[in-house]
């Protein structure tokens, strides 16, 4: 059996120096000086609802409105409340969740690799590295919406499914 890497230790400098790379190209992406945020009209939907919410108006898009329901995440719209009401800023807060949960997205992408292809460091790795670097990858992942966020629980319940299908249920 050939190993999968040169040492641990350069595996791990390796791996590092990758996370590195990735935040300091995914806070560009969201930092950067730009005439326009990086941020998708539909993710302003959110910030309307959670301006109504924070100020006692309930989930309206307008105030006074009838109470509808015009985003498609519940728990997004929640920790964006959280934030408002903690004296936060949405706006500000949004490509930032979004990059935290990519990182979350990469992470159980490192589970699900080891866990179909064990034992092969180098090739999840280099999996990992590209997947973190396409740039549709890139532009989601800080555009402001809750499609990060879903991608970690589908993630997380694939790798629950098979862990349990393999008798591992988790604790």
């Known amino acids: 059996m ?30 950067a000086p730009s005439e326009y945020p990086p941020l998708i009209d539909d993710a302003f939907i959110y910030l309307r609802f959670v301006k109504n919410f924070a100020e006692g108006n309930g989930i309206v898009w307008n105030r006074g409105g ?11 719209f929640g920790l964006l409340v959280l934030i408002e009401k903690l004296g936060g800023s949405p706006l500000e807060a949004m490509p930032l969740l979004g990059i935290a949960s990519t990182f979350v997205i990469l992470g159980l992408s490192w589970k699900l690799g080891e866990y179909l292809n064990p034992g092969q460091h180098g090739e ?20 402001g919406f809750d499609i990060s966020l879903f991608t970690v629980f589908l993630l997380a319940s694939a790798l629950s499914y098979l862990g349990y299908r393999r008798g591992h249920v988790p604790a």
């Not at 190993?3 to 190209?25: E, H, N, R």
């Open 2 to 31: 050939s190993k999968p890497y040169a040492s641990p230790k350069l595996f791990l400098l390796f791996s590092v120096l990758l996370l590195v790379i990735l935040g300091g190209v995914y806070l560009f992406m969201a930092f």
């Open 124 to 143: 999840t790795l280099l999996a990992i590295l590209l997947m973190g670097l396409s740039p549709v990858f890139l532009y989601w992942s800080v555009a």
């Open 66 to 76: 009838a109470p509808v329901e015009g985003f498609t995440s519940l728990l997004y």
